[in-house]
């Protein structure tokens, strides 16, 4: 997982690029205040409808409906304003349990496994490359709709 300094220099040499920082204010809950996440938008192909998203999401901040809504948000917030009908996510392998709530609600399709594609930690690791269908995001907002209050997306 890169540092927020890393994730902020990659981000600034890709062109075209959305980007979006979520904060929580202080209220008196445990997890008080500051960083959330830190999202990007990149490589958008306005023939194709794609485009990447990257993100780095505070550790204490990992795996909570914090980090979840903010990563909804901002997808919807994409996908919405660029008509966008898929969004490429791509990590080594190691994170996939990051990801395995959205793989295994249809939420997010593993596309490609790159075999033995990123070096870290002294060893080479499969590299995944995952989408998320505007379909899929859809139909997972309207299973969920009562648990928040969410925009539409169709």
């Not at 600034?12 to 008196?28: C, H, K, L, Y």
């Not at 205040?33 to 794609?50: K, P, Q, T």
């Not at 496994?113 to 995001?137: F, K, P, Q, S």
């Amino acid at each position: 997982m890169p540092n927020l300094a890393d994730f902020t220099a990659t981000v600034a040499q890709n062109r075209g690029t959305i980007e979006m920082v979520a904060r929580r204010s202080p209220d008196g809950d445990e997890l008080r205040g500051g960083l959330v996440a830190h999202m990007s938008l990149y490589g958008h192909v306005e023939r194709d409808r794609v485009a990447y998203f990257s993100c780095i999401v505070a550790d204490r901040y990992r795996r909570t409906v914090q980090s979840f809504e903010s990563v909804y948000l901002f997808l919807v917030h994409a996908m919405s304003t660029l008509n966008l009908r898929k969004v490429y996510f791509e990590f080594p392998e190691f994170n996939l349990e990051q990801f395995s709530s959205a793989v295994s609600r249809g939420l997010l399709t593993i596309e490609v496994v790159l075999r033995a594609h990123t070096y870290y930690g002294g060893d080479y690791h499969d590299h995944l490359v995952c989408a998320i269908y505007r379909e899929n995001a859809v139909a997972y907002v309207k299973r969920i709709r009562g648990h928040f209050d969410w925009p539409d997306l169709d």
